[in-house]
């Protein structure tokens, strides 16, 4: 059998009806922006193998520091043991982020975070108070995750749906603009003694449709937020580590959030890890003698060596100065080819967040996750050997750093080819 025909039996997929799926493509090696089946077949990853490989696949650096960790240590546990890999990332870490982030939580994945994070906030009430508060305040297009609390503070969706009496009740606002910010504000103003946090996607919102806002007026949100003690968490699992053109997408803001979600880019794309970071006032909520203060939360791989060594290495990269130029040149390509089809009577809307660019189908009331364009233009784009995964009627790309002007240009050209034939 063909590695497809035993994927087939054995493997149940992500996001997949498998009844009808089409065979899934069996990838044996990746290199730079490219991967290759085993035909010999060539793709150009254009979404960063689920926005993760942001220094391109089997980065020889990252490469060798994971190789030379699994011959040193493994694995330890993370409850009364450390080790170099985990101190080393936190302190390189932390001076980063915006604001004064004191310390790091290690999960698993971007999921994970967010539940620290909402654990964080919610016990922080628990803590220093008689009456706790439990209400979260969340966008209606969010995506934070698929573990139930993540679920929970994401809008309902079909990716939810199932467990809709299950997840707890959130408040969900609109995306804040010039319209309805003040509208915004003031349901924060009013709902204040309930609420023990807001969480947001910053300036773009991933899964939900790459749906961008202005960092103004999460400006405003936070500090109506913070007038009132709310804590504020910034998901920048997706945003992170330069896909927005910045280090971290809240260098935008003049506000900073008390915690932040990282993970994807964190490691390179190499392999799993989630940060969660918080700043002192969180931290001093838990800094108790009463053991029931503690935060009772940890997991098997808990700042797992190996991808502490893969996140390391990854930082070594973010931070060279190439990779800050390839970041610019590739926001500069996106700039000029975004001027080049705004208005194509097509596309309902073009928009850029740093290298992120996103265009957005014009299909009238047929946008959902489902619509029948998105397969039709998923497999346009595979034919020529672009690897796209459409939100419904949305394409975008968010390569890796690497890729090539040559590359880009035969993206561009693929695309405004899609948009006469489709």
Known sequence: MSLAERDKKVIWHPYTQMKDAAPHIPIIRGEGVYLFDETGKRYIDAVSSWWVTIHG?????????VAAQLTTLEHVIFAGFTHEPAVQLAERLLPLLPGK??????????????EVAIKMCLQYWVNTTKQPRTKIIAFKEAYHGDTFGAMS?????????????????????????????????????????EVACFIFEPMVLGAGGMLMYEAQYLDQLIETCQKHGILTIADEVMTGFGRTGKYFSCEALNTRPD???????????????????????????????????????GHSFTANPVTCAASLASLDILLNPE??????????????????????????????????????????????????????LYDYFL???????????????????VISNEDLDYIYQAIIEALNDI
């Open 57 to 65: 696949h089997s980065n020889p650096h990252i490469a060798a520091k």
């Open 101 to 114: 982030q004191e310390k790091v939580f290690y999960s698993d994945n971007g999921s994970t975070a967010v």
């Open 153 to 193: 503070v994401s809008g309902r969706s079909i990716f939810t749906d199932p467990f809709a009496s299950l997840l707890f009740d959130v408040e969900f606002i609109d995306l804040p603009n010039e319209q309805n910010i003040e509208q915004l504000k003031s349901k924060i103003n009013y709902l204040s003694n």
């Open 259 to 297: 915690i932040f979600c990282l993970s994807k880019g964190l490691t390179g794309g190499t392999m799993p890890m989630g940060i969660t970071t918080c700043n002192k006032k969180i931290f001093d909520a838990f800094w108790s003698d009463d053991k029931l203060k503690t935060l009772y939360h």
């Open 323 to 376: 990779t800050l130029k390839n970041i610019q040149r590739v926001v500069a390509k996106h700039e000029t080819f975004a001027l080049r089809i705004k208005g194509h009577p097509k596309l309902k809307d073009v928009r850029q967040a740093g290298t992120i660019l996103v265009m957005e189908w014009e299909t009238g009331t047929d946008t959902s996750y489902l619509s029948g364009l998105r397969n039709q």
């Open 383 to 401: 034919d020529r050997g672009i690897i796209m995964r459409p939100l419904g009627n949305i394409i975008y790309i968010l390569a890796p750093y």
